[in-house]
């Protein structure tokens, strides 16, 4: 199979959708890949590291779209992007269409084989292509937040974990899982007074047994996420359903009665945000105000740590990269199930319940689209 991987071009994202030593896996099997010309600068790769893994560099994104079977990326494809795709060809990467119907029309007319990084699922129900970034993301809410908490960022001018003599923050993170573990992970490092919130007793008690007393975990009702909101310095929204619009949890009205210039980091902000007020900016703009709130939205976080974000995506994607070009598309899908669930669009149609049912399109059964 031919295999492109081309440069990405969302505002100030630096990772890249393979690293040389993936690109060697698939030579080493007989694949051919093809880079565009400066892919790998933001993660310290140089086009000769890629020549010398076996890929050949070209020097515009066309080409590599032209070229290429299946594109590889990171990102969601940008409009520029989804014109050059077309009937047939795979595209493997994260794509969040429930809260994004542009990019919806455009896949579903483009007639390509669109596979979601962040909808394929394992044997114990999780999600392993969204969880390393998951993993980049929680820790980097608690930066971010921290950050946004300092005065010249019109926060409340805040030290996270506090001095002796004085209260540390209150970080109340929202959802228990990848994000919240790890952004929680993070507070109570720094010594902030952590609470995290979920609706799982099961998630809850693990939690509990992770953090023990440096973290309290509290069951999620309407009265607790409020009033934890309200008492909040610092407030990480980390919830998560499968390929569906976030909920949104945190209302105008709770922005409103918040603290001033409490912060707030929506990493969510991929699937729409679980924060009412919320809407999605980037790393060279990250923060707004409402009502004396800060927000972060940052819709790609883990590409300002494009290095460890990038090297630890292609730990997992590399397997179902190998299945794909090794397989075909048709094969390595009928074979998982866990790999088909990560198909979206494929023939001008939707295969994921919840983008379907977000954005009202018909849903179609992917084993009736896709034959071996």
Do not use: W
Not at 3 to 26: C, D, Q, T, W
Not at 109 to 122: L, P
Not at 142 to 148: D, K, S, V, W
Not at 210 to 229: D, M, P
């Amino acid at each position: 199979m031919i295999i492109g991987v081309p440069k990405e071009i969302k505002n100030h994202e630096y990772r890249v959708g393979m690293v040389p030593a993936s690109v060697r896996e698939l030579t080493q099997r007989g694949h051919q890949v093809l880079v565009q010309t400066q892919a790998g600068i933001g993660i310290g790769c140089s086009d000769q590291d890629y020549i010398d893994a076996g890929a050949s560099i070209l020097d515009s994104a066309e080409a590599v779209f032209e070229q290429s079977q299946m594109i590889v990326k990171v990102k969601e494809p940008q409009a520029v992007e989804r014109a050059m795709l077309r009937p047939g060809q795979i595209l493997f990467t994260y794509l969040h269409l429930a809260p994004d119907p542009e990019q919806t029309e455009d896949l579903v007319k483009s007639g390509a084989i669109c596979i979601a990084y962040e909808t394929v699922t394992d044997h114990r129900g999780g999600l392993p292509l969204l969880a390393p970034m998951s993993e980049v993301a929680g820790r980097m809410s608690i930066q971010a937040g921290a950050q946004a908490l300092e005065k010249s960022n019109q926060g409340r001018g805040m030290l996270l974990g506090g001095v002796p003599g004085v209260e540390p923050a209150k970080v109340v993170v929202i959802g228990g899982g990848m994000v919240g573990r790890n952004a929680a992970l993070m507070a109570v490092g720094m010594g902030a007074d952590v609470t995290i919130l979920d609706r799982s007793v099961n998630v809850l008690r693990d939690l509990n047994n992770q953090f023990e007393n440096r973290a309290k975990v509290i069951y999620s009702t309407a009265e607790a996420l409020e009033r934890h909101v309200l008492e909040a310095d610092l407030v990480i929204g980390g919830v998560l359903i499968p390929g569906a619009a976030a909920p949104k949890l945190v209302t105008r009205e709770h922005i409103a009665k918040m603290k001033p210039g409490a912060a707030i980091v929506d990493v969510a902000i991929d699937q729409g945000g679980c924060v009412e007020t919320s809407k999605p900016t980037t790393h060279q703009d990250p923060v707004y105000l409402v009502d004396d709130v800060v927000h972060y939205c940052v819709a790609n976080m883990p590409g300002a740590v494009p290095r460890t974000s990038t090297f630890a995506l292609n730990n997992a994607t590399l397997p179902y990269i190998i299945a794909l070009a090794d397989k075909g598309y048709a094969q390595a899908l009928l074979d998982d199930a866990h790999l088909m669930k990560g198909l979206n669009v494929i023939d001008g149609k939707i295969t994921c319940e919840e983008v379907a049912e977000a954005l009202n399109y018909p849903f179609h059964d992917p084993y009736g689209l896709v034959k071996a």
